[in-house]
């Protein structure tokens, strides 16, 4: 687990495209993950429905379906609307704001040069990627980062570049706009309001880090602005900046946290994913699982039950490595190498444990199914809470920027 940086909040933020149905490698992969977050940080976790658009604008009509079905299985799974912000990016307007603002500052290589542009395009050439909104996903994704001010980003691997890209726009913006006039005035100023004793100790600290480079004091005077309650946002920015010789920080750079890569192979061994047919779907039916498993190919030295074979050569492993215990996994690795069990015997306490594992989360989307509208209401409640946060950021970015002539 990274710490929290000082100076940034505890805020996780993360979306996701909407591909419909989730399967076992989305639970084990990334949802598992938010359910541990949703308990330990503020957690906003939205649909990124614009970014669907960016690869597939001419397939926008399965949207709506697949939005639906996705939220379902979040809620399904046990994220929490009561723990965790659930939205819709494209009912945030301010996304949209955000990201036009930071592409008047944001250097056309800057975006050129991130690999999965060029990858994609090389990657999916039965898909148009020549569009401006392609070329600009990084940078909405930047927008949605920066407009909730999160401090930890859970992604994958695939991701982190687009984190890294956000950071420097951060950086850029908070250089371009956050020196105001008589910012060294404003911030000592803002000192003087910490009181006597804070004051003295925020001077020590900050002086410790600029002029002897001490970046233990430098946490310690970030970690003393975090307990105050009283400042106002303001203060608290050219306070933040003012410890590191900058001006105001507006948007605080955010840190990927990197979602370990999924244990969870598919069917045939390689990573599940719909595009290789491979997956289990959460909401699949229990008898299609059971085929399913049953027909999953094995080590091909197997090919009489007398074959011995090699737990390492078997997908199968692979499952049994995410679902039984040290005791079965004994009893596979010898039986098979042995030829003493078979491959059908060996996948019945997989079977059972995939089973036992989704069987509360179909009986859970079964009853969000029976009632659409409570789905609808969750997100309707996220959305608006999104939007005041949103509009919050929005708002400093304006005045920043020098647009804050009305309201
Ligand atoms: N690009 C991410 C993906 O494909 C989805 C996403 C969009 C996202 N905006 C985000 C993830 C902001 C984290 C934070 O998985
Ligand atoms: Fe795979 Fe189990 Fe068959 Fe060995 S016994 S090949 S591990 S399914």
Excluded at 9 to 38: D, F
Excluded at 132 to 138: A, Q
Excluded at 252 to 269: H, N, R, V
């Amino acid at each position: 687990m990274n710490a929290v940086l000082p100076g940034q909040t505890a805020r996780v933020l993360s979306g996701m495209r909407p591909t419909g149905r989730l399967h076992l490698g989305h639970y084990h992969g990334v949802l598992k993950n938010w359910l541990k977050l949703q308990n330990e940080y503020e957690c906003f976790f939205f649909v990124a429905d614009w970014h669907a658009l960016t690869t597939h604008y001419d397939e926008s009509q399965v949207l709506q379906e697949h939005v639906w079905d996705m939220v379902t299985d979040w809620l399904a799974a046990g994220v929490d609307p009561n723990n965790a912000t659930l939205f819709l990016q494209s009912r945030v307007p301010a996304h949209a704001e955000l990201h036009v603002l930071l592409s008047m500052i944001t250097p056309l290589s800057w975006l050129e040069r991130v690999p999965s542009y060029k990858d994609q395009q090389a990657q999916m050439k039965e898909r148009d990627l020549s569009t401006y909104g392609f070329l600009g996903y990084p940078l909405l994704q930047g927008a949605d980062i920066l407009i909730y001010r999160a401090g930890l980003v859970p992604v994958g691997e695939d991701q982190v570049a687009h984190v890294e890209l956000t950071r420097e726009v951060a950086r850029r913006f908070n250089h371009l706009y956050g020196r105001e006039p008589g910012y060294e005035a404003l911030a000592e100023e803002a000192i003087g309001k910490l009181g006597k004793k804070n004051s003295k100790l925020y001077r020590e600290l900050r002086e410790a880090h600029l002029e002897r480079g001490d970046k233990e004091a430098l946490a310690r005077a970030q970690a003393l602005l975090e307990r105050q309650k009283n400042m106002t946002l303001g203060d608290r920015e050219r306070l933040f900046g003012y410890l590191e010789g900058g001006g105001r920080i507006i948007l605080p750079q955010p840190e990927a946290l990197l979602t370990p890569s999924p244990k969870m192979p598919g069917l045939d061994g390689r990573k599940m994913s719909k595009s290789y047919n491979n997956t289990i779907s959460l909401r699949e039916d229990p008898l299609e699982i059971e085929k399913k498993l049953k027909t999953m190919p094995t080590d091909p030295a197997r090919v009489r039950r007398s074959d011995p074979g090699n737990p390492e050569k078997c997908p199968v492993w692979e499952f049994h490595k995410v679902y039984t215990d040290d005791k079965t996994r004994q009893w596979v690795d010898q039986g098979c190498r042995s030829a003493g069990i078979g491959c059908l015997e060996c996948k019945r306490p997989v079977i059972e444990a995939v089973l036992a594992e989704l069987k509360p989360i179909q009986e859970r989307a079964a009853e969000l199914g029976r009632d659409p509208l409570t789905v609808r209401n969750i997100i309707e409640d996220g959305c608006k809470r999104a939007r005041d946060v949103a509009e919050e950021t929005l708002a400093e970015v304006r005045t920043a920027m020098g647009l804050g002539y009305s309201s």
